[in-house]
């Protein structure tokens, strides 16, 4: 196969839209195909209406422990952005590639798919394992079925690389991330005779609560040091109910999400909101008709926090690899949480691109970054063959 270069990969990857609400397969097919023409076997993990897989594949000897390069194939909306280019056709201007994804992170997947020609013709001691996974931009959601599999393998990877951006420093460790939804159920009437049960109400009392513990934890003092914000946040993204002016309305519905700072306790957010729930708001409310709950609260994703490992072999290699001696920590979450937490891996974030250009309009990663990145997986390369 004719060797293409990560820039030129980049330009096939963007020209996939894989929003994470539409399927990858047309990706991953190609990911697939690519990978055959070098002699590589992937397998495949579906969701349940399968138009979505995760791609497992590995390079070299599978008896012996490796190394996991892991990355997400699904990018953001551009719906009600404005961007100055098609963001899935890679633009080049002012020095810059531009497109959806070039850096949060198909930047990271076309330098180590560039780099997979020259894996296949190393004599590799120990493996390199390919995992591309769907819906992490939707909560992690998507990788656990692979990430499953990895926990399970009778010879265990020694370490993760999980290609986020990072402007190709290392990172290791950052906050949890859980995403939920109240749903509240009140009963309509006609707006009139004040006899309904205002779900909007309550719902909003319920908000106006999460507010003062929001700014009760941004008060806190900081117990891990490094994290920007360096306290654990709340947000309330959106809010929906209501049928008309003159109805009390019946229904009201809010999603929400808070990332909690390594080492504090991820459900003391839910446990107090439940409180105020069943102490303030359910004895004015009353029962609601038939058995139905007033109010209702699941999650819809859960990422644990990735938990620093001073000395494991995932820092030290690729803080060799990466000529440098500091770790660093992030806000966001990524599936190294799930890596580390479910699959036993101890893993590592590192990868071209700046986050801060993640989910923007008019997306970019520079070309040094994908330079650093090639160079970076050249010497992971000389690292594992013989």
Same mark, same amino acid.
């Given at each position: 196969?004719?060797? %293409?270069?990560?820039?030129?990969?980049?330009?096939?990857?963007?020209?996939?839209?894989?929003?994470?609400?539409?399927?990858?397969?047309?990706?991953?097919?190609? %990911?697939?195909?690519?990978?055959?023409?070098?002699?590589?076997?992937?397998?495949?993990?579906?969701?349940?209406?399968?138009?979505?897989?995760?791609?497992?594949?590995?390079?070299?000897?599978?008896?012996?422990?490796?190394?996991?390069?892991?990355?997400?194939?699904?990018?953001?909306?551009?719906?009600?952005?404005?961007?100055?280019?098609?963001?899935?056709?890679?633009?080049?201007?002012?020095?810059?590639?531009?497109?959806?994804?070039?850096?949060?992170?198909?930047?990271?997947?076309?330098?180590?798919?560039?780099?997979?020609?020259?894996?296949?013709?190393?004599?590799?001691?120990?493996?390199?394992?390919?995992?591309?996974?769907?819906?992490?931009?939707?909560?992690?959601?998507?990788?656990?079925?692979?990430?499953?599999?990895?926990?399970?393998?009778?010879?265990?990877?020694?370490?993760? %690389?999980?290609?986020?951006?990072?402007?190709?420093?290392?990172?290791?460790?950052?906050?949890?991330?859980?995403?939920?939804?109240?749903?509240?159920?009140?009963?309509?009437?006609?707006?009139?005779?004040?006899?309904?049960?205002?779900?909007?109400?309550?719902?909003?009392?319920?908000?106006?609560?999460?507010?003062?513990?929001?700014?009760?934890?941004?008060?806190?003092?900081?117990?891990?040091?490094?994290?920007?914000?360096?306290?654990?946040?709340?947000?309330?993204?959106?809010?929906?109910?209501?049928?008309?002016?003159?109805?009390?309305?019946?229904?009201?519905?809010?999603?929400?999400?808070?990332?909690?700072?390594?080492?504090?306790?991820?459900?003391?957010?839910?446990?107090?909101?439940?409180?105020?729930?069943?102490?303030?708001?359910?004895?004015?409310?009353?029962?609601?008709?038939?058995?139905?709950?007033?109010?209702?609260?699941?999650?819809?994703?859960?990422?644990?926090?990735?938990?620093?490992?001073?000395?494991?072999?995932?820092?030290?290699?690729?803080?060799?690899?990466?000529?440098?001696?500091?770790?660093?920590?992030?806000?966001?979450?990524?599936?190294?949480?799930?890596?580390?937490?479910?699959?036993?891996?101890?893993?590592?974030?590192?990868?071209?691109?700046?986050?801060?250009?993640?989910?923007?309009?008019?997306?970019?990663?520079?070309?040094?970054?994908?330079?650093?990145?090639?160079?970076?997986?050249?010497?992971?390369?000389?690292?594992?063959?013989?």
């Amino acid at each position: 196969m004719t060797s %293409i270069t990560s820039s030129q990969m980049l330009e096939k990857l963007v020209a996939f839209d894989t929003t994470s609400w539409k399927s990858n397969m047309a990706l991953i097919d190609f %990911i697939r195909n690519y990978l055959a023409g070098e002699g590589i076997e992937s397998h495949l993990f579906f969701n349940d209406e399968r138009n979505k897989a995760n791609l497992w594949a590995t390079i070299g000897p599978a008896e012996v422990p490796g190394i996991i390069l892991s990355g997400h194939t699904d990018v953001v909306p551009v719906d009600g952005q404005e961007w100055a280019s098609d963001p899935f056709v890679v633009t080049e201007r002012d020095g810059k590639f531009y497109g959806r994804g070039t850096s949060d992170m198909k930047g990271f997947i076309a330098c180590v798919l560039a780099a997979v020609p020259a894996f296949a013709k190393s004599n590799l001691k120990e493996p390199i394992h390919l995992a591309f996974s769907y819906d992490e931009e939707i909560g992690c959601t998507g990788c656990m079925s692979m990430i499953e599999y990895v926990r399970d393998m009778p010879v265990k990877p020694r370490a993760c %690389i999980v290609g986020e951006p990072t402007n190709m420093k290392v990172v290791n460790s950052h906050k949890g991330l859980s995403t939920l939804i109240t749903k509240v159920r009140g009963e309509e009437a006609h707006a009139s005779t004040d006899r309904g049960v205002n779900a909007i109400y309550y719902a909003s009392r319920m908000i106006g609560f999460l507010d003062d513990l929001r700014r009760e934890l941004k008060g806190r003092a900081p117990e891990v040091e490094g994290f920007d914000p360096p306290y654990t946040t709340l947000e309330v993204g959106t809010i929906s109910g209501g049928a008309a002016p003159n109805i009390t309305p019946a229904h009201c519905q809010f999603e929400w999400e808070f990332r909690t700072v390594p080492g504090t306790d991820p459900e003391e957010i839910l446990h107090r909101l439940e409180e105020f729930v069943r102490k303030e708001l359910l004895p004015e409310m009353g029962p609601g008709k038939e058995g139905t709950e007033r109010v209702v609260t699941n999650y819809t994703s859960r990422v644990p926090a990735l938990l620093p490992e001073t000395g494991s072999s995932a820092e030290t290699l690729v803080l060799a690899l990466a000529n440098s001696n500091e770790t660093g920590k992030v806000s966001y979450g990524t599936e190294a949480g799930h890596f580390q937490a479910t699959g036993g891996i101890p893993t590592v974030i590192c990868g071209p691109g700046s986050i801060i250009q993640a989910h923007r309009p008019d997306e970019f990663i520079e070309p040094g970054e994908l330079a650093a990145c090639d160079d970076f997986l050249q010497k992971l390369r000389a690292v594992v063959s013989t």
